[in-house]
């Protein structure tokens, strides 16, 4: 099966509450990155976790990493309708070049 | 200002067919991609170009052809089409050079084959 493979496949909550997404793979990583696909939309960068990161924040966001399981999930605190967009997880697989593989997402819906 | 921009939006044609993408990218990236995302959202690599070389290579039927004619643009023809190919086709661009740096997408090519 494939690299990145994202939990739940489908995630829908209210404003407000936090929405946390779960990503596992199979390889080495050199790092872990997260994206946004907004629909009818190309995916936009979040944020990229390297393999000695355990955790990082940006705005709302709180990614951790568990090399050891080879997971990691992706929190989003305080959300916002405008959150509403697939969540994907890409690793490299320690390779460079960005040959980055994507797991198939997971749609989260927020509702105001 | 669009960072990756791809044309067209949408192309609906018949089987058998070939058609070409367009891509372009002005943010100074020498790196550039191809990446097909199908009905169920998997995003899978196609092909990627750093300076015009072609450094990666997928398991792609030999009906598709990248072409880079400089380092800030990557089109892809695809011949004699068939339904299976219908699909959203992403380009992205990165700086190749610093290792593992973020992908920018384009907003997609949708490809209907009928």
């Known amino acids: 099966s494939q690299q990145g493979e994202e939990d739940p496949q489908a995630l829908s909550i209210q404003e407000g509450e936090n929405a946390t997404m779960n990503c596992s793979y199979k390889t080495s990583i050199n790092n872990l990155q997260w994206y946004r696909q907004n629909s009818g939309r190309g995916l936009v960068h979040l944020i990229l976790?390297?393999?000695?990161?355990r955790e990082k924040h940006s705005g709302r966001l709180r990614v951790t990493l568990d090399t050891s399981k080879k997971s990691s999930s992706l929190l989003i605190t305080a959300s916002r309708a405008a959150d509403t967009a697939s969540y994907f997880c890409a690793t490299d697989g320690g390779t460079s070049y960005g040959k980055l593989t994507f797991g198939q997402g997971t749609i989260l819906t927020v509702h105001p | 200002d669009t960072a990756v921009s791809q044309t067209p939006k949408y192309l609906v044609t018949q089987m058998g067919n070939d058609k070409s993408i367009k891509c372009e990218q002005n943010l100074g990236h020498d790196t550039m991609y191809w990446y097909k995302q199908d009905s169920k959202k998997f995003l899978k690599i196609m092909f990627s170009?750093?300076?015009?070389?072609?450094?990666i290579n997928e398991t792609v039927p030999n009906r598709f052809s990248p072409k880079s004619p400089d380092k800030a643009h990557l089109n892809l023809h695809i011949n004699s089409l068939e339904l299976g190919d219908s699909a959203v086709y992403f380009c992205?661009?990165?700086?190749?050079?610093?290792?593992?740096?973020?992908?920018?997408f384009g907003n997609g090519t949708r490809l209907t084959v009928t």
């Open positions: 170009y750093n300076n015009k070389e072609l450094i």
């Open positions: 992205a661009s990165s700086l190749g050079q610093i290792k593992n740096s973020p992908l920018h």
């Open positions: 976790i390297r393999s000695n990161e």
